[in-house]
């Protein structure tokens, strides 16, 4: 996950209907995050060919109140992911955001460190090389805000959203040594986020993930 500080005016158009921008010390910020699907099942039915496969999304943070409880979720600028039928399903069922191409990486092992790499069409990667302890989310910290949030948010039109809750226990996490990151951001998102090809990551942290449950979702209207 690399998280980048960014205006929320940038951010703005995306803020679906009843959310408010969520923020760390004061901050906006938006995460580049490639990750891996395994034993994926849709409504407890697993599609052959489909249950392993590496996502790639941008993303951004919202919250919303709702009977005095605070809702702290996401919202997908756009999902890359390798198969038609998965874009499909997820843009019919959430109103998502996916795009389709290839996608690939994972966990490599070598006898002094581990490594994670990343890549999607035919030029975009982000690799990773791992500390080797695993660690607890710390109150307060960067990683504790960029991953728990446990909703997801996706605008239907101006004055309604799909809500949908994540269910996962705290995830662990492992710092980064060293990473590289080639992707350009005007060209897959829009020339909106071309500032984040020559921006610094505020952080870049690896989860180590777990059992994920993905709730039907609620609309959210006047």
């Not at 239907?156 to 996490?173: G, K």
Request: glycine share 6%.
């Amino acid at each position: 996950m690399a998280n980048y500080v960014v205006d929320p005016e940038i951010l703005d158009p995306w803020l679906p209907y009843g959310t408010a921008h969520d923020t760390f010390d004061g901050h906006c910020f938006l995460s580049l995050v490639a990750f891996e699907f395994n034993n994926t099942r849709v409504k407890k039915i697993a599609f052959p060919w489909h249950k392993n496969f590496v996502e790639i999304n941008l993303r951004m943070y919202v919250k919303r109140i709702e009977n005095n409880q605070l809702k702290r979720g996401v919202v997908f600028i756009k999902e890359i992911v390798p198969r038609h039928l998965i874009s499909f399903f997820a843009n019919t069922l959430y109103n998502e955001n996916y795009v389709t191409m290839p996608t690939g990486g994972g966990l490599f092992r070598t006898n002094e460190h581990d490594f994670v790499g990343y890549t999607w069409g035919k030029k975009y990667s982000m690799e990773a090389k791992l500390a080797p302890e695993k660690k607890l989310l710390i109150p307060g910290d960067i990683s504790e805000f960029i991953t728990e949030h446990y909703w997801g948010y996706a605008s239907i039109n101006n004055n309604s959203t799909y809500e949908y809750a994540v269910e996962h226990p705290r995830w662990e996490t492992r710092d980064i040594i060293k990473h590289t990151i080639q992707v350009d951001f005007a060209t897959l998102y829009g020339d909106t986020f071309s500032f984040l090809n020559v921006a610094t990551p505020h952080s870049v942290l690896l989860a180590c993930g777990s059992d994920i449950l993905v709730r039907h979702p609620n609309k959210i209207k006047p």
